[in-house]
T-cell receptor
Framework: DAGVIQSPRHEVTEMGQEVTLRCKPISGHDYLFWYRQTMMRGLELLIYFNNNVPIDDSGMPEDRFSAKMPNASFSTLKIQPSEPRDSAVYFC??????????????FGAGSRLTVL | GIQVEQSPPDLILQEGANSTLRCNFSDSVNNLQWFHQNPWGQLINLFYIPSGTKQNGRLSATTVATERYSLLYISSSQTTDSGVYFCAADTGTASKLTFGTGTRLQVTL
């Protein structure tokens, strides 16, 4: 398996523009997570899905952020409109879930977002 | 939610030295994982260890769940061990992990 695939790897945009980040989890993994990493706040969980259904979005900072998982092999994180404080590295991760011991989290390479 | 604290925040070692990184957590956990973030930003899972001891080459980890801490041991450190080591924990089973602030390790020649 190619691992968790994220795109784009780098995105530079201007304030007010819409940003869409994409993720393809490992095939067969039931759980998908979106994390954000900043110097100030470290690694924060934004939202996670189980079997394509959003389970907990309490970490989504505000209504400008939305996430979808239309099928088992694809998820998007959208920011509209973007603001400079959204600049961060956004990571997608997936895991098998279910039985204890199957919850090893595998991360993608991340999408570095810069909002000017 | 659960609180995860790591120490030390920074560590500088000479190649060949050993080190111990500590992770304290505030609640009973069903899920405890250690990660290494390399200088290029990639997060690599090192251990899934909610309890007990595991070893993988020069790395080993021990979690004492009853006392709410975990230790990561690095022996005979190499420059490629440099980066940030994160501990992450969850009280449930879904890998909804809360991350600590990390230990930044620099291994010098």
């Amino acid at each position: 398996d190619a691992g968790v695939i994220q795109s784009p790897r780098h995105e530079v945009t201007e304030m007010g523009q819409e940003v869409t980040l994409r993720c393809k989890p490992i095939s067969g993994h039931d759980y998908l997570f979106w994390y954000r990493q900043t110097m100030m706040r470290g690694l924060e969980l934004l939202i996670y899905f189980n079997n394509n259904v959003p389970i907990d979005d309490s970490g989504m900072p505000e209504d400008r952020f939305s996430a979808k998982m239309p099928n088992a092999s694809f998820s998007t994180l959208k920011i509209q409109p973007s603001e400079p404080r959204d600049s961060a590295v956004y990571f997608c991760a997936s895991s098998l879930g279910g039985a204890l011991g199957a919850n090893v989290l595998t991360f993608g390479a991340g999408s570095r977002l810069t909002v000017l | 939610g659960i609180q995860v604290e790591q120490s030390p925040p920074d560590l500088i070692l000479q190649e060949g030295a050993n080190s111990t990184l500590r992770c304290n957590f505030s609640d009973s956990v069903n899920n405890l994982q250690w990660f290494h973030q390399n200088p290029w930003g990639q997060l690599i899972n090192l251990f899934y260890i909610p309890s007990g001891t595991k070893q993988n080459g020069r790395l080993s980890a021990t979690t004492v769940a009853t006392e709410r801490y975990s230790l990561l041991y690095i022996s005979s450190s190499q420059t490629t061990d440099s980066g940030v080591y994160f501990c992450a924990a969850d009280t449930g089973t879904a890998s909804k992990l809360t991350f600590g602030t990390g230990t930044r390790l620099q291994v010098t020649l």
